[in-house]
């Protein structure tokens, strides 16, 4: 699959009408990670948000030294679509970050066919319950570490064996903000979701399958 096929086509509200299959895919990661960011970066039509101002009643459970700029929060999901080629589209939750929120996680899996996993260097540990979260819900995941300007630089290995994950699961290096960045991760998700599919790892519902 070539990062030259996403090309980002003229917006419109409807899918192609040779689109034939479609594939849901959740965004996750800690709160303030760019979750919101990578859907608006990656989404062919306007995003869904659903967020709300961050208030003083929240100062005491949402941990924000490391976002100080951040003034809202995802509360229940981010939406986008994004168009792969002429008979597949994508379809991207955003899931909320704040822990007080991750019992809708459940819901917004259901017949997802994959995760991607946001991570920040500065707070790498924040990444293990998200990366447990996403294995209890039996979905094969990548893992992208969202380069901050102001964040530890890593190679790849290094991220590797500091995150732990299966030997097959992706882990790569991106900058949400950026659409080649976010669609090169987005590509080695999608073929890492084909390869666990055709090993049996995967059972796909058959209405979302590549």
Same mark, same amino acid.
């Given at each position: 699959?070539?990062?030259?096929a996403w090309t980002l086509p003229p917006e419109s509200a409807y899918v192609a009408p040779t689109v034939r ?5 959740l965004v996750v990661g800690p709160a303030g990670v760019g979750k919101t960011t990578f859907v608006d970066t ?8 659903? #967020? ?6 929240? #100062?005491? /459970?949402?941990?924000? %030294? ?50 991607? /996993? ?14 447990? %979260?996403? #294995? ?10 969202? *380069? ?8 790849? *290995? ?17 900058? /949400? ?6 669609a090169r991760v987005m590509i080695e998700l999608v073929e890492h979701v084909l390869a666990a599919s055709s090993?049996?790892?995967?059972? *796909? ?6």
């Amino acid at each position: 699959m070539d990062s030259a096929a996403w090309t980002l086509p003229p917006e419109s509200a409807y899918v192609a009408p040779t689109v034939r299959r479609s594939a849901k895919i959740l965004v996750v990661g800690p709160a303030g990670v760019g979750k919101t960011t990578f859907v608006d970066t990656m989404s062919e039509i306007e995003p869904l948000h659903t #967020e709300e101002s961050l208030t003083s009643a929240s #100062e005491s /459970v949402d941990d924000l %030294r490391l976002t100080p700029a951040k003034s809202t929060t995802t509360v229940a999901l981010d939406f986008g679509r994004r168009t792969l080629n002429d008979q597949l589209v994508l379809y991207l939750f955003g899931t909320p970050g704040q822990q007080r929120f991750t019992y809708l996680w459940r819901t917004l899996a259901r017949n997802a066919l994959g995760a991607l /996993v946001l991570a920040d260097t500065r707070r790498l540990a924040d990444s293990f319950e998200v990366m447990d %979260r996403v #294995e209890d819900l039996g979905l094969p995941y990548a893992i992208a570490v969202n *380069a901050f300007d102001d964040a530890p630089v890593h190679t790849v *290995a290094e991220l590797r064996e500091a995150l732990d994950p299966d030997p097959a699961t992706p882990v790569a290096v991106c900058d /949400v903000r950026h659409e080649a960045s976010c669609a090169r991760v987005m590509i080695e998700l999608v073929e890492h979701v084909l390869a666990a599919s055709s090993a049996g790892r995967h059972a *796909a519902d058959p209405t979302v399958r590549l």
